[in-house]
């Protein structure tokens, strides 16, 4: 089965005696720019594709969990032990509507227990907090008898070694998410630079899991197979040749084994739910892919010059976060070309547990990023070693943010104080250029033409 590609929306030029401006749109923080651009010199915007929300986000999860690819919730649930896994507040989700319609599926069960899958992202974070909160609600209204709730702490002491997967990770795994019956992970699905996609795997690994596992896992990043549009689920047998993501399908199933796994999984956009399914995970998530493919995957020819916004907040909330839209984009432009990248940061340039292996890191002259990188490998490095492959293939990256300049430039970036002053000398120097434009580009895959 193939899936459709959806190529960049392109505006054709026009014949004009005079040269018209348009003003486009980008988001930053939580604001919009506006950049003036020449008709003639615009390539096109690039966004997710229009797809209609859904108007009622509990009747639409009702319809999914009524009607599921296997056996209803209910059924698997009853007289079982049963493990919720929540994904954490770094995920823009519905979160509470997820919970709400689960939770009372769940009143036959025999135990239930929560956990909020944070894989390596900070534990005590208030969003965790309001998370656990809606599930004491959840809980409550539903009448629910015992449950437990654990936010994972991967460099907690309570863990379990379940053995090694075949490429050698080692599966240690939060002990409180070991031995159920029932499994149900809640998951958010998008473009993901080097998982392929985000889906109901990465609750299991890295989301449960202990920070050596993690590491292991993710030093595959390395690989160029593990990257967007690959997946071991994927409907086009083509792409299913991602060594980090069939890794994580490999310990999901370690850490399940003969359990039962029900997820209710969707996508949403802009805020809005457009899309659900639950039920047997390959299913739900190949056809999640398969959406994913159709409405934020785009073929386009590559310029030298494009603008580049992650989403706004919190897409841009750090360097960290940011640079993913540089990843997921990076084939838009052309070598030696250049970006000019629209990010806030207005939480710095990374989490605290970050900082050291992505940006101290890639203050390093790039070939010694890459090659130290490319030995030993430890966690959060897969992002340096990636920012610096993109600097040394382009020539710039200019980028207008809150950081300051010392922070920027360390890193072999140019900081700008005006944008569009930006669009001005590209344009003065080359009448001709051809200016491509991605918003909202955390979200979105960018191939090559």
């Known amino acids: 089965m193939k899936c459709s590609w959806v190529n960049a929306f392109v505006l054709e030029p026009q014949s004009h005696h005079e040269a018209v401006a348009l003003k486009v749109s980008l988001t930053y923080g939580k604001s919009k720019i506006e950049l003036d651009i020449p008709e003639e010199n615009l390539a096109g915007k690039v966004v997710p594709k229009q797809v209609t929300a859904k108007s009622d986000v509990e009747e639409e999860l009702g319809r999914a969990l009524t009607n599921p690819h296997g056996p209803l919730l209910t ?8 493990c919720v896994l929540v994904e954490d507040h770094t995920r ?3 979160h509470w509507e997820l919970i709400s319609a689960v939770v009372p599926l769940l009143v036959d069960a025999n135990r239930l227990q929560f956990v909020i899958t944070t894989g390596s992202h900070e534990v005590e974070h208030p969003g965790n907090l309001e998370i656990v909160d809606m599930i004491r609600r959840a809980a409550d209204d539903t009448g629910l008898g015992t449950y ?32 159920h019956d029932v499994y149900v992970p809640l998951a958010d699905m998008k473009a993901h630079y080097f998982a392929g996609y985000s889906n109901a795997l990465k609750d299991f690994l890295p989301g449960i899991c202990a920070f050596p596992t993690i590491e292991a896992n993710h030093s595959m990043a390395l690989d160029p197979k593990s990257t967007f549009g690959r997946h071991p689920f994927h409907p086009d047998p083509d792409r299913r040749d991602n060594p980090l993501a069939d890794d994580m399908r490999e310990g999901a199933e370690m850490i399940t084994k003969d359990a039962k796994v029900f997820t209710l999984s969707v996508i949403s956009s802009g805020g809005k739910l457009v899309w659900a399914d639950a039920g047997h995970m390959e299913p739900v998530i190949a056809g999640g892919i398969e959406l994913l493919d159709e409405t934020a995957s785009f073929t386009v020819k590559p310029v030298s010059n494009t603008v580049i916004s992650p989403g706004g907040y919190p897409q841009d909330i750090s360097l960290y976060h940011a640079q993913r839209g540089l990843e997921l984009t990076k084939n838009a432009v052309k070598d030696k070309g250049e970006v000019l990248f629209v990010a806030e940061c207005r939480d710095g340039v990374a989490p605290p547990e970050a ?22 490998y430890h966690l959060y490095e897969h992002k340096a070693y990636k920012f610096a492959e993109l600097l040394k293939r382009i020539s710039e990256v200019k980028m207008y943010t809150e950081l300051d300049r010392e922070t920027v430039e360390s890193v072999h970036i140019t900081k700008v104080e005006d944008p569009q002053s930006v669009i001005d000398e590209w344009i003065a120097a080359n009448p001709k250029t051809q200016i491509l434009v991605l918003d909202k580009a955390n979200k979105i895959a960018v191939y090559a033409d």
Do not use: M, Q, W
């Not at 654990?150 to 795994?173: A, K, M, Q, Y």
């Open 75 to 82: 059924d698997l649930a009853k007289s079982k032990n049963v």
């Open 92 to 94: 823009n989700e519905p």
């Open 355 to 376: 900082i050291e292996n992505f940006y101290s890191k890639l203050k390093a002259p790039l070939d010694k990023v890459i090659s130290s990188i490319s030995g030993k």
């Open 148 to 179: 437990d709730v654990t936010i994972n702490d991967c460099h907690g002491e309570d863990f379990v070694n379940l053995g090694e997967t075949s490429r050698g990770t080692p599966l240690i795994v939060n002990s409180a998410a070991v031995g």
